[in-house]
């Protein structure tokens, strides 16, 4: 008798044991027990360091954009961290106007899937729909390339691949909302990127 009460008081034990460490790793699943941290300023200045990791990135485009391919954006949003950290510019800032200019990569104006450039270089007519790239991580190092040709005098660190970096008026842009009337001619420009940027913010800190 005494050995099965203790039996039970063993098995009672493990029960409460494993529902106590239970309850440790499911902090956030519950939305009431979310941590909410406190939303980042959004960034303004191109040179600098961006905040989202990878991971986040990745899911906040494949939330505004379900249907993409999920593989392909987790590479692509790897590739805006690396390229950008190579030349510190500020890979969130990159990865915004990306969204911006793709329409979160859903397309639908002067470039296509196919010419890997993710930010509209060259874009001016349907003559003249863009400059090509061999490959998405090329892409996206043109595009960290003409940001800080605008951004910054400093030299590049990588190769050069922007063929039309030799044409920017270097360090005439150092904000987002710089780049309207240079990098696009729409005059809310920075406004829409910072949009995007507040929406990602939300998106990844306040969830």
């Known amino acids: 008798m005494v050995m ?3 039996g ?15 309850a440790g790793s499911g902090v956030g699943e519950n939305p009431a027990e979310r941590i909410h941290l406190p939303i980042p300023r959004i960034p303004e200045r191109i040179m600098g360091k961006g905040l989202v ?7 906040f485009l494949l939330s505004a954009n379900p249907q993409g391919d999920a593989d392909f954006v987790k590479t692509l949003t790897g590739y805006y961290i690396q390229e950008a950290d190579l030349e510190g510019v500020n890979h ?20 296509t899937p ?9 874009s001016i007519s349907e003559a003249e729909p863009g400059e090509r790239f061999p490959n998405p991580q090329i892409g996206v190092r043109a595009q960290i390339q003409h940001l800080k040709g605008y951004a ?24 987002i909302h710089d780049l309207a009337g240079k990098w696009a001619t729409d005059p809310d420009y920075g406004d829409k990127i910072a949009g995007i ?8 800190f306040d969830r």
């Open 92 to 111: 969130d800032i990159a990865f915004a106007q990306m969204c911006l200019e793709t329409g979160f990569l859903k397309y639908g104006n002067l470039a």
């Open 152 to 175: 910054s005098a400093d030299p590049l660190v990588q190769d050069l691949v922007d063929p039309r970096f030799k044409w920017i008026p270097r360090g005439s842009a150092g904000t």
């Open 8 to 22: 039970v008081l063993w098995l009672l034990f493990l029960f409460f044991s494993c529902a106590t460490s239970g």
């Open 53 to 59: 990791p990878s991971g986040d990135l990745a899911s």
């Open 197 to 204: 940027l507040r929406r990602l913010y939300a998106f990844a």
């Open 114 to 122: 196919d010419m890997n450039n993710f930010c509209g270089l060259g």
């Open 4 to 6: 099965r009460y203790l």
